[in-house]
T-cell receptor, first 113, second 106 residues
Framework: GAGVSQSPSNKVTEKGKDVELRCDPISGHTALYWYRQRLGQGLEFLIY????????KSGLPSDRFSAERTGESVSTLTIQRTQQEDSAVYLCASSLTGRTEAFFGQGTRLTVV | KNEVEQSPQNLTAQEGEFITINCSYSVGISALHWLQQHPGGGIVSLFMLSSGKKKHGRLIATINIQEKHSSLHITASHPRDSAVYICAVGFNQFYFGTGTSLTVIP
């Protein structure tokens, strides 16, 4: 596609349920990032994928969070047993090499009720 | 101390004014990004800088690597420029400033 695509754009889930968020990066981009922005707060780094290297998971807030990426394609961010504090906009970005301009998706707004 | 500091935090300007937003950072970087976030939450990348200066329309971004400082300038500001402007720096992960909320009044 022309840009980074995220789905769903909005998700409301009940506390305790698992959710899966999807990111389609720009074709050919080797680097993919997930970020989170909770209401009224800044952007927080979650995880970084670069090609076939082991991902940098240092930003994942707990073991309820996991992310996968197959090669240089789609990535999914999974949150298990969601909590209300997980409510946030989850943003995905990709860049050609990780040292070039990053392009951001529009985000998935997650609300845990 | 945050790795990335932005100033001002809030800025109100009259339409047509020249606007400057500043970003200072303490981490090593491969590149610095200026991002724009509109009220709906969507983020657009405005610039990626590793040195010097870039211009796109009414927007100009500069970076001084030695001083670890970047500025984003908006010439002839317009109400549609109203948004939060965020500075981001880093290598594999980005460190984000807290953003500058800009309101341009007609």
């Amino acid at each position: 596609g022309a840009g980074v695509s995220q789905s769903p754009s909005n998700k409301v889930t009940e506390k305790g349920k698992d959710v899966e968020l999807r990111c389609d990066p720009i074709s050919g981009h080797t680097a993919l990032y997930w970020y989170r922005q909770r209401l009224g707060q800044g952007l927080e780094f979650l995880i970084y994928f670069q090609g076939n290297s082991a991902p940098d998971k240092s930003g994942l807030p707990s073991d309820r969070f996991s992310a996968e990426r197959t090669g240089e394609s789609v990535s999914t961010l999974t949150i298990q047993r969601t909590q209300q504090e997980d409510s946030a906009v989850y943003l995905c970005a990709s860049s050609l090499t990780g040292r070039t301009e990053a392009f951001f998706g529009q985000g998935t707004r997650l609300t845990v009720v | 101390k945050n790795e990335v500091e932005q100033s001002p935090q809030n800025l109100t300007a009259q339409e047509g004014e020249f606007i400057t937003i500043n970003c200072s950072y303490s981490v090593g970087i491969s590149a610095l990004h200026w991002l724009q976030q509109h009220p709906g939450g969507g983020i657009v990348s405005l610039f990626m800088l590793s040195s010097g200066k870039k211009k796109h329309g009414r927007l100009i971004a500069t970076i001084n690597i030695q001083e670890k400082h970047s500025s984003l300038h908006i010439t002839a500001s317009h109400p549609r420029d109203s948004a939060v402007y965020i500075c981001a720096v880093g290598f594999n992960q980005f460190y984000f400033g807290t953003g500058t909320s800009l309101t341009v009044i007609p």
